[in-house]
């Protein structure tokens, strides 16, 4: 959605390589209550309070799109700002009704907090979508042809590694986040792309568009770089 703003706005950026992927495998956005609610759909969320980012966010417009799907107005859940550390006890305390979560605040809530899942908001935008990607400016792309295919090629072989070797990446995520490796093997993590579909890409696109993430609609190949004929 960045770079579809960015975009809209004359900012010339393309996508050269799929980084991760929501995918209904390995739910990565999750919506969740204190285990003493009675909420399970969205419809039960009516009049209810939920915790925002505080901003139009992606997780906020696939918690619209979650709604809606399940037949709740998402105008008719008020937002209320609240940090992602802070969700957990958030739920417990009643602050909030529900809370999305992603990782690791999700794996930590769980552990410490009395909360449950009652919702793949993900999978309200499609069973997969692209999360993230590797991207540049249209004109550094043009001019590094050889560096543009040695890039997009290394980050596959990388990717393709990493979605075998988690336990390794755990360890080498631990160094840099300086998070517990535990709790890195504890979390859910999504996998990365082999390849750059449109299909991965349009899905979020489409959402962002309807629900006020973006100024108008945007065709994903628009945003997929293609070398000069």
């Not at 209550?33 to 309070?49: E, F, I, T, W």
């Not at 609240?82 to 999700?106: C, I, K, N, Q």
């Not at 535990?182 to 309807?210: E, N, Y």
């Amino acid at each position: 959605m960045t770079l579809a703003i960015a975009n809209l706005r004359g900012v010339p950026f393309v996508i050269l390589a799929a980084g991760s992927l929501a995918t209904s495998k390995i739910p990565a956005l999750v919506l969740c209550v204190a285990k003493n609610v009675s909420a399970q759909a969205p419809k039960d969320l009516v009049g209810k309070r939920s915790r925002s980012t505080g901003s139009v966010s992606a997780s906020d417009l696939a918690l619209d799109a979650w709604l809606a799907n399940g037949g709740a107005d998402p105008k008719s859940v008020k937002f209320v700002e609240v940090r992602f550390s802070e969700m957990g006890a958030a739920l417990d305390r009643g602050t909030v009704d529900a809370a999305e979560f992603t990782e690791p605040a999700l794996t930590v809530a769980l552990k410490q907090n009395s909360i449950q899942i009652i919702g793949d908001i993900d999978a309200a935008v499609a069973p997969q979508f692209l999360n993230s990607c590797w991207f540049t400016t249209r004109q550094w792309a043009d001019a590094h042809p050889e560096e543009v295919k040695r890039f997009v090629r290394a980050i596959y072989e990388t990717q393709r590694w990493a979605n075998g070797h988690g336990n390794d990446t755990a360890a080498i995520l631990s160094k840099y986040s300086k998070m517990d490796v535990a709790l890195i093997r504890a979390m859910r993590r999504s996998p990365w792309a082999d390849q750059l579909r449109t299909s991965d890409v349009q899905p979020f696109l489409d959402v962002a568009a309807k629900y006020g993430g973006l100024a108008r609609p945007v065709d994903a190949a628009s945003l997929i770089y293609q070398p000069p004929q």
